[in-house]
């Protein structure tokens, strides 16, 4: 069972690199304990999100179905054929990452399926799902059964995971008009997407950074930099698209070279050595 274990750990892990270098490099940064943990969280969430972004000539509805029930089997029979649900199952039974945050998740994956305008409080429902909880499932990770730490860390873990989901909005915002037809921010017109729009989405994702760097400065110093690291890669990304007209977030998808990325990990990794986080 080891031998399966460590194997369909590794099946995720092939997929957090193939997908995002950024994650990947993130992870890395971690302390090698946390390493295969993480990479099985974000196996599970890539696998689910492919679903409903791109695999438009199946049934997404039944495949996400399908997933969903082979998923909450897993974790109650602690074994799945299917590589990724195993090593997800595994991490899920270990650190107790509640169910609840596993059912918000895939609710929020479900809403995709569906071409719908986002008022505030199904906005506000799916930024949960899809990324607040799962910067909670990394946290239970973090705090290995500490639940005092846990408790204390929640709501900046929910704003990380809220800023990192807001700016990916932004970026993506002509892929997910042009390919899926969606809109995510409230009351905003793509076709009349203007400057005064941006800024008050902006406003807001900066409260969500700010409230997010409080609890990664209390992280455990194992989790700290690698959290640190994807913050930083982030909030890079945030200030570029700041610095763009709402036009050009229209026409064009914001990048942060990867030469930047290396700097910011080599100035990450500096601060982490001197204690400066």
Known sequence: MELFKDTCLQCSKKITEAYSTSFTLGI??????????????????????????????????????????????????GISLNPVLHAFQCVVNEFNIDKAYIEAFLKSMEMDLEDQAYDRSLYEEYIYGSAEVVGLMCLKVFCQGNKEQFEKLQKPARSLGAAFQKVNFLRDMRSDYDERGRVYFPKVDYLNFNNASKAEIEADIKKDFDNA????????????????????????????????PATHILKERVRVPDNTKLALLLGSYLKYRLNAI
Do not use: W
């Open 28 to 77: 890395k940064t971690l302390d090698k304990k946390f390493h295969l943990p993480i990479y099985a969280i974000y196996g599970f969430v890539r696998c689910a999100d492919e679903i409903v972004d791109t695999f438009h000539e199946y049934d997404k509805r039944q495949l996400l179905q399908e997933f969903k029930e082979q998923t909450f089997k897993a974790i109650d029979t």
């Open 213 to 244: 760097y409080v609890g990664i400065m209390n992280l455990p110093r194992s989790a700290r930099m690698g959290v640190y690291l994807a913050y930083v890669y982030y909030l890079k990304l945030f200030r570029k698209i700041q610095n763009l």
